[in-house]
């Protein structure tokens, strides 16, 4: 029969291997359950059931007591580790199990084949206390005196059979005490964890039926938008009508208007007509009709002149004094202005009647062609050159022609400014320009622009005179304010070019 020692040992494996099976590896350290000599009580670390000691590797040898004190596979997976500095393989893990499970093998079998091997020869790990175990169980191998030999062993050793027996009843017992104590611990945790979750529910259902309040508000407001909504649409088609039918007035207004401006220019070309007769279709009566003329379409002398004080700062940041000339001056509106301001200026004009009311004024001013005049000035010999409302009345090579002279007699960084009807306002583009039968054709601000660009003047400034802000229909709507943009542009434009 077997020794009692073997027995033992496979009942020993046979309860460790029931409660723990694995071993990890942390950080170079090997990890198992603490044995009942070390660990009576057992630990509860809140993850998991410790039962043996963690195994610690060593790079000065082990004794044999440092593996015998692992059981099972954990002594197992420890020796590998101990003597062949590596974990076992499946293969000679399930071998060594087997022997030990059938009681052909004990743990120093298990030491002595591992340190014996090519490969615990070649690792060279030191167990002490391992010569004298395995020469008695060689000893014991050896046929009949062998079985003789154990069997006097196994007597001899019999009080310390019964003590580790005892000792087994004590670990099984504390064992069982531990396990009890941990699945109470296990019990506890999870009724906490369970009470804690419940609260949670609790807590998120009083949350659930608060977000529900508050979606039960946002629907309602959701409501109140939709009939605001409602009353704002409801606004904007009655507004819609009222931009309907004020359209639909001020299409009758113009038509109005258009068939006054008719009657006008029917007037006037009458009057045209009645004074060249009387005239003798002299000049002289042309000019003095188109002064009269002037007088009432133009508006206003003091009128006029106020108007013309938008340009003053130009003057002012060109620090132009002197050396300005006017060309096409009228009736002196803007030479007076100058003169007001302490600036010295010449206005030339063709207009007989003109010249002598400026005169009357104390302006100077000549009577000449006006591309005849600036032909007769010297290269750049002018501060300043200004022309109101007379582009608008030229060919287009003529035009061409003053702008070239313009900017001949200019010094270099002098401004030269030109005012002229704004195209862009509706009623001025299609009605009220052509009141002065004078007039050739309107130039849009592009035209003039580019125009002043290819005659060589630098930093082009278009200036919107004379707004009628306080004409302009009320609203936001793009309707009014597309009807603003066309009906209420201001009726003149000044554009202003830099010698460079």
Not at 222 to 236: G, I, S
Not at 450 to 471: C, D, H, S, T, W
Request: hydrophobic share 40%.
């Amino acid at each position: 029969m077997s020794p009692p020692e073997i027995n033992v040992d496979q009942l020993m494996h046979q309860i460790r291997q029931a409660v723990a099976r694995r071993a990890n590896e942390k950080g170079g350290k090997f990890e198992s359950a603490p044995t009942a000599a070390d660990d009576a009580a057992g630990q509860i670390d809140g993850s998991r059931l410790a039962l043996q000691p963690d195994f610690q590797p060593s790079t000065n040898g082990y004794h044999v007591e440092d593996l015998l004190r692992y059981h099972g596979e954990t002594f197992v997976r420890n020796a590998y580790r101990a003597i062949l500095k590596r974990d076992p393989d499946p293969a000679g893990l399930e071998n060594q199990l087997a022997s030990l499970a059938g009681g052909r093998f004990n743990k120093i079998d298990v030491l002595a084949s591992l340190r014996s091997s090519a490969e615990g020869e070649s690792a060279g790990v030191k167990i002490s206390g391992l010569t004298w175990p395995v020469t008695i169980r060689r000893l014991q191998r050896i046929p009949v005196i062998g079985y003789l030999f154990e069997l006097a062993v196994a007597i001899l050793r019999l009080p310390v059979l019964l003590r580790h027996q005892r000792q087994l009843e004590f670990y099984a017992l504390s064992r069982q005490e531990q396990i009890v104590s941990y699945v109470d611990s296990v019990k506890r945790e999870v009724s906490a964890r369970a009470s804690a979750i419940e609260n949670n529910l609790s807590v998120q259902g009083q949350t659930l039926e608060s977000l529900q309040v508050e979606v039960n508000a946002l629907r309602a407001a959701l409501c109140n938008l939709e009939l605001r909504t409602t009353e704002v649409d409801d606004r904007a088609r009655t507004r819609f009508d009222d931009q309907a039918t004020l359209l639909q007035t001020l299409t009758i207004e113009k038509s109005r208007l258009v068939a006054s401006l008719g009657l006008q220019e029917k007037r006037l070309a009458e009057l045209f007509e009645r004074a060249q007769i009387q005239s003798g279709l002299n000049e002289e009566g042309l000019a003095e009709l188109y002064a009269d003329f002037e007088d009432q379409f133009r508006g206003p002398y003091e009128e006029i002149k106020d108007r013309l004080r938008v340009y003053l700062p130009i003057f002012e940041r060109a620090r132009v004094t002197t050396d300005i000339l006017d060309v096409g001056c009228g009736r002196g509106e803007w030479l007076e202005l100058l003169r007001e301001t302490g600036m010295q200026a010449r206005g030339v004009d063709h207009n007989r009647i003109f010249i002598e009311r400026c005169r009357q004024r104390g302006l100077d001013v000549v009577q000449a062609d006006a591309i005849a005049y600036l032909r007769e000035l010297a290269d750049a010999s002018l501060n300043a050159a200004t022309s109101f409302h007379l582009v608008e009345h030229l060919p287009f090579k003529t035009l061409l022609t003053l702008l070239d002279e313009a900017v001949r007699v200019l010094k270099p960084g002098a401004p030269l400014i030109l005012e002229t009807p704004n195209p862009a306002n509706f009623i001025v583009g299609s009605h009220t320009f052509y009141a002065d039968p004078t007039h050739r054709n309107p130039i849009p601000s592009m035209t003039l622009r580019f125009l002043l660009e290819a005659r060589g003047l630098k930093n082009i400034e278009v200036m919107n005179v004379r707004p009628q802000e306080e004409a302009k229909i009320a609203g936001d709507d793009e309707l009014t304010k597309r009807f603003n943009e066309y009906f209420f542009a201001s009726p003149d434009y000044g554009i202003v070019g830099w010698k460079n």
